[in-house]
């Protein structure tokens, strides 16, 4: 589990990039739209999603996610946050891009796409089925 986290900050990093790369190139109102406050807002929201899942990947170790019957590890919840945070924040990378967010000729719909069926698969929802499982 730990390692789909890093796996999904790595896609969000990536679409964090391609998205901060096209807004310094597309114009808007007679000026690049980085330059836009509400734009540059967005791009602060992705950027703190990102070093969030980051730092709660490099400040864990392997042991403190071992499952057990009684609930899995203690810094399951954090992972859990993370991943839906890096999820709910994709949704920002296509808006950066318009309509053409929706393009795969631009690949940020997969980023979308991934990062959101990582944090269904393994985040927190994931979590609670295997809690039903358990208790069951």
């Known amino acids: 589990r730990r390692w789909t986290l890093a796996l999904a900050a790595g896609i969000f990093s990536g679409g964090l990039t391609r998205a901060t790369a096209y807004a310094s190139e597309r ?3 007679g000026d690049v739209i980085i330059r836009h406050s509400g734009l540059r807002a967005i791009l602060a929201k992705l950027q703190a999603a990102q070093a969030s899942a980051e730092l709660t990947f490099r400040s864990t170790v392997p ?19 993370a ?25 940020v719909e997969r980023v979308y ?24």
């Not at 042991?63 to 946050?81: K, T």
């Not at 796409?113 to 069951?136: N, S, W, Y």
């Open 27 to 29: 114009y808007q109102g």
């Open 113 to 136: 796409r991934d990062v959101t069926t990582l944090a269904v698969a393994f985040g927190r929802r994931g979590f609670d089925r295997v809690q039903e499982h358990h208790a069951a």
């Open 63 to 81: 042991s403190q996610f071992a499952e057990n019957r009684e609930g899995g590890g203690a810094f399951l919840p954090l992972f859990c946050d």
């Open 83 to 107: 991943m839906e945070s890096l999820a709910d924040k994709s949704q920002f990378i296509i808006q950066i891009f318009g309509g053409y967010g929706y393009m795969e000729d631009f690949t």
